[in-house]
């Protein structure tokens, strides 16, 4: 899981990932406060995002289902 901040891009963030599934990573997720959303990549060009129109967050690749409430509540 990586939280996306200010100094960072997009493109950094799935540089990293790359080098994950490139080691064996099942999945990864990606949280965007300002937007309130979160992406999760079961590969490197394989994903979904879920933002607050979303009411559950799946994780298909790990079998996770995660409900949205309270996520970005501050």
């Known amino acids: 899981i990586e939280i996306l901040s200010p100094k960072q891009t997009i493109n950094e963030i799935q ?3 790359d080098a ?3 080691l064996g990573v099942k999945s990864c997720w990606l949280v965007v406060p300002a937007t309130e959303s979160i992406t999760v990549y079961s590969a490197p060009n394989d994903f979904k995002t ?3 129109e979303a009411t559950e967050i799946i994780d298909t690749r790990m079998d996770i289902h995660l409900s949205m409430e309270n996520i970005f509540e501050w």
């Open 15 to 17: 540089g990293k990932f």
């Open 20 to 22: 994950f599934f490139a």
């Open 50 to 52: 879920f933002g607050t």
